[in-house]
């Protein structure tokens, strides 16, 4: 999924970062004997990383669809019956669309006599997320598949439909003529199983209130950088993920989503948010991903993090992130900072 703020093309950095904060702080423990938490989850790059590695670990995102993904990706294993989940893989792709709450919102034919028309997606791969979609369900509720099995067919539904989108990467807006990649017929892909040995928990919290409730090794926080919620930019796939056909409202058909809102996006509250989370935190290697354009000055991450023990920061210039190619921004390439702190 191509998911603002991913740090796919940094894993390496903060993997080569962590390792070497281990290794400087004479770590003896190996991975297999530690927990690594990852909170601000997203699409579960990092998390799943770590899970390759031998952690045990926790994930956690305020966003639903996060959530389901990280259901999958992190807590099933070899457990996971993969005959089973294919052959129903190949049935769902099988599936005759049905015109549903996606179809009837989300697509010009659907919403072609509505005061608002919206071109989210294909009249036909809106038909089929509505008919997969309902399906997964009905399986569900009738006990033909269980929770692990329901989450991921429901993920890899979240990660196929995105690919089909008629957008520029968010869903924010939607094009004006359906783009080559949304004319192309959905195909339900099936994410990967990733192997691990250790324990795993997915939580669909607020941050700054699980951190009260866990504890671990090595945190890892990832929160969003500047003011844009990613409930607004991705609500498109939480509507798909609750299945709870919302009240919907305005040219995007946005959702209700005052509850998802992330003070970690607002610039008069996300020091106090971030100082409060840092001095709750029960792990002894806590690890901060932030930019040069984020709502936190450098000075102020470092002051807060100073204050419960040792400090250090790691930086890689890479290039950033555009949803939409054609919006002006200061430069191509930002610089990412990862702050560390070893907790007293």
């Known amino acids: 999924m191509n998911y603002i703020g991913s740090k796919l093309s940094l894993i390496d950095f903060l993997i080569q970062s962590i390792n070497k904060t281990l290794e400087n702080n004479n770590e003896t423990r190996s991975a297999n004997e530690m927990v690594f938490a990852d909170l601000f989850a997203g699409t579960g790059v990092v998390g799943c990383a770590f899970k390759q590695y031998g952690y045990s670990v926790i994930a956690n995102d305020i966003q ?8 999958h990706l992190i807590e099933n294993n070899e457990t996971l019956n993969i005959d089973k989940c294919n052959a129903i893989i190949n049935e769902l792709n099988d599936i ?70 008629n957008t520029a990467s968010v869903y924010g807006a939607f094009l004006k003529n359906l783009k080559k990649s949304a004319q192309k017929e959905m195909v339900l892909e099936p994410l990967p199983i990733i192997q691990g040995q250790g324990n ?16 671990g090794d ?25 299945n709870d056909n919302p009240v919907i409202h305005g040219k995007t058909g946005l959702r209700e989503y005052s509850e998802q ?17 840092i001095r709750n935190a029960k792990f002894k290697y806590i690890f901060l991903s932030y930019n040069n354009e984020g709502l936190m000055s450098f000075d102020t991450i470092e002051k807060i993090m100073k204050k419960y023990g040792k400090y250090k920061v790691y930086m890689k210039e890479y ?26």
């Open 64 to 71: 639903y669809y996060s959530y389901v993904i990280n259901k």
């Open 96 to 165: 005759d669309g049905i015109e549903g709450f996606v179809y009837n919102n989300y697509c010009l034919e659907g919403t072609i006599n509505k005061e608002i028309q919206r071109i989210y997606f294909s009249e036909f791969n809106a038909k089929k997320c509505d008919a997969i979609r309902t399906a997964i369900e009905e399986k569900h509720t009738t006990n033909l598949i269980n929770d692990n099995e329901y989450f991921f067919l429901l993920g890899s539904l979240i990660n196929s439909i995105d690919k089909y989108a």
């Open 200 to 215: 795993y928990q997915v939580y669909n919290e607020d941050i700054n209130e699980l951190i009260k409730k866990i504890s």
């Open 218 to 242: 090595i945190l890892y926080l990832d929160p969003p950088y500047n003011a844009r919620q990613y409930c607004t930019n991705y609500h498109m796939l939480e509507t798909i993920a609750r």
């Open 261 to 277: 809102k992330s003070l970690f996006c607002t610039s008069s509250q996300v020091e106090s948010v971030f100082a409060d989370l």
């Open 319 to 344: 290039h950033r992130f555009k949803a939409d190619n054609a919006r002006e921004s200061k430069a191509d390439n930002t610089i990412e900072y990862l702050h560390c702190l070893i907790k007293k």
